[in-house]
């Protein structure tokens, strides 16, 4: 599987964003997918997940309420809308697969990255 993750930018405290993932193959629904990010001089940490048929999801505390996962099997896109956002959620923004249609909170369970976006949001 090979991921592409775009729509990082530039955001003002408070705006949204809304990043996308393109997943390449023909079985997209047995991967669970997930979201994590990577601020300078942090560890890559959990955002989201979705199971493969999209089901269920799950999100880390600090994003409850704020941002939502999603995913569309017919095109191989997976979505992290965000909203409300925050200087402190400025990262690196990086969407991963599993094999296997759960989804999990833990980078050792994902066996492909794509290469990352940007997203800076402004005070």
């Known amino acids: 599987v090979q991921l592409q993750a775009s729509g990082g930018g530039l955001v003002q405290a408070g705006g949204s964003l809304r990043l996308s993932c393109a997943a390449s193959g023909r079985t997209f629904s047995r991967y669970g997918m997930g979201w994590f990010r990577q601020a300078p001089g942090e560890d890559r940490e959990f955002i989201a997940a979705i199971t493969g048929n999209g089901g269920r999801t799950y999100y880390a505390d600090y994003v409850k309420g704020r941002f939502t996962i999603s995913r569309d099997n017919a095109e191989n896109m997976v979505y992290l809308q965000m909203n409300s956002l925050k200087p402190e959620d400025t990262a690196v923004y990086y969407c991963?697969?599993?094999?296997?249609?759960?989804?999990?909170?833990?980078?050792?369970?994902?066996?492909?990255w794509g290469q990352g976006t940007q997203v800076t949001v402004s005070s």
């Open positions: 991963a697969a599993r094999s296997g249609p759960f989804g999990s909170s833990l980078l050792s369970e994902y066996d492909y």
